[in-house]
Antibody, heavy 118, light 110 residues
Framework: EVQLVQSGAEVKKPGESLKISCKGS????????IGWVRQMPGKGLEWMGV????????RYSPSFQGQVTISADKSISAAYLQWSSLKASDTAMYYC???????????WGQGTLVTVSS | QSALTQPASVSGSPGQSITISCTGT?????????VSWYQQHPGKAPKLMIY???DRPSGVSNRFSGSKSGNTASLTISGLQAEDEADYYC??????????FGGGSKLAVL
């Protein structure tokens, strides 16, 4: 059974750093794209970027380029989304998802709620 | 890149058919057959309903269908059921080799 399990909810202060994770199981992790999607409170889905774990090819939405870093460790079937300096506007639910192509995600993680507040 | 344009809300009665539109440009929907549709119930992760404009993943009801004409993609739900009440999002591959979502449409089953 394909599963994506994300790390737990985080509460951080502005300016702090953060790295959240997404661990895949039940499939060949390196052979599928992992994407990250943001959903701010009460708002829609936003495509942030993707990584192909086999070779770490990464693509970012222009809206998120330079704001976050996407990485992966195929040896432990995990992908990551990290911030070096959080802002209050980063408060959102973050989903990871799997796709054979970047254009569609067939399995999703349960989401990680990130709250940034002073 | 701008989000694809969807109606904020749509509604229908049980048993009816509804269509949700998703309008883009020549740089996304108009140029690529890589449109997907997702269903999201409150508090849940999105679920893939349609990919590559009109293909359904295994396990998705055939009441859901997708199409495209020019720069506009559409999701049609036939035989509307109470459980279909949810938010629906379209997405498309775009010319910058990334993907953009639509703003989302809230479906009410009256």
């Amino acid at each position: 059974e394909v599963q994506l399990v994300q790390s737990g909810a985080e509460v951080k202060k502005p300016g702090e750093s953060l790295k959240i994770s997404c661990k895949g199981s039940g499939y060949s992790f390196a052979s599928y794209w992992i994407g990250w999607v943001r959903q701010m409170p009460g708002k829609g889905l936003e495509w942030m970027g993707v990584i192909y774990p086999a070779d770490s090819e990464t693509r970012y939405s222009p809206s998120f380029q330079g704001q976050v870093t996407i990485s992966a460790d195929k040896s432990i079937s995990a992908a990551y989304l990290q911030w070096s300096s959080l802002k209050a506007s980063d408060t959102a639910m973050y989903y990871c998802a799997r796709g054979s192509r970047i254009s569609s995600f067939d399995y999703w993680g349960q989401g990680t709620l990130v709250t940034v507040s002073s | 890149q701008s989000a694809l344009t969807q109606p904020a809300s749509v509604s229908g009665s049980p048993g009816q058919s509804i269509t949700i539109s998703c309008t883009g440009t020549n740089n996304d929907i108009g140029d690529y057959n890589y449109v997907s549709w997702y269903q999201q119930h409150p508090g849940k992760a999105p679920k893939l309903m349609i990919y590559d404009v009109s293909d359904r993943p295994s396990g998705v009801s055939n009441r859901f269908s997708g199409s495209k004409s020019g720069n506009t993609a559409s999701l049609t739900i036939s035989g509307l059921q109470a459980e279909d009440e949810a938010d629906y999002y379209c997405s498309s591959y775009i010319s910058s080799a990334t993907v953009v979502f639509g703003g989302g449409s809230k479906l009410a089953v009256l």
